[in-house]
């Protein structure tokens, strides 16, 4: 699969009318047999807003240590953002956060030489960590807003979310754990770019 179609909405997210989108191709490490937990993202729009995602994994003691912003969070259990909402532009937004919340988030056009958007930009991202069930069916999540004034800011556009393509990935890794893992909603493929690889992002179709 290499597209999602999603909704947009005029005040705040329906989350019960969006598709989940399961974050099972598993890559690298994970194809010798290591944990693979089950994964998810939602993801919608507001209009004139901004983009929102809610994503969530099934682990019962997920590895959290660090515990400042845009510390390497991806070593922790981690649920991750990648987004391209600005169409023709080659730069993305990367939000990755633990399980308590802590996030990193940085912005550039590939995995090298990125900018913290905390450089950029006063701006931020909003992070908010769920939880639900229990032992065996315990989860944790985060959801994420990205508002338009920060898109605007990062891209130095006027940014309204409105229907149309922009395109995007989610994640679920923990580099770190004693059984790592490395997880896409999109397949990645190439071990060089990880998961910065802009040209395996799929479509999001927000309609």
Not at 27 to 48: D, E, N, T
Not at 168 to 177: E, H, I, P, Q, R
Request: charged fraction near 20%; aromatic fraction near 14%.
């Amino acid at each position: 699969m290499t597209e999602y179609i999603t909704g947009i909405f005029a005040q705040l997210p329906a989350w019960d009318d969006v598709a989940a989108l399961p974050i099972d191709n598993f890559h690298w490490i994970a194809l010798r047999g290591s944990q693979k937990p089950k994964a998810f993202a939602k993801f919608c729009g507001v209009l004139s807003k901004g983009l929102f995602a809610r994503l969530w994994c099934f682990e019962s003691e997920p590895k959290t240590v660090y515990t400042e912003r845009d510390d390497p969070v991806y070593k922790d259990s981690c649920l991750e953002l990648f987004l391209q909402p600005v169409v023709g532009r080659r730069e993305y937004v990367n939000i990755e956060a633990n399980s308590k919340g802590v996030f990193l988030s940085q912005f550039g056009k590939g995995r090298m030489r990125r900018d913290y958007l905390k450089q950029l930009t006063p701006l931020a991202p909003e992070v908010t960590v769920f939880q639900s069930g229990e032992g065996k069916n315990a989860a944790w999540g985060v959801e994420i807003f990205v508002p338009d004034s920060l898109i605007s800011e990062l891209y130095r556009v006027d940014y309204h979310t409105a229907p149309g393509v922009i395109k995007g990935n989610f994640y679920k890794c923990a580099d770190a754990a004693a059984t790592p893992h490395y997880a896409a909603a999109f397949p990645v493929g190439d071990a060089v770019l990880g998961f910065h690889n802009p040209g395996a992002f799929g479509k999001i179709i927000l309609r």
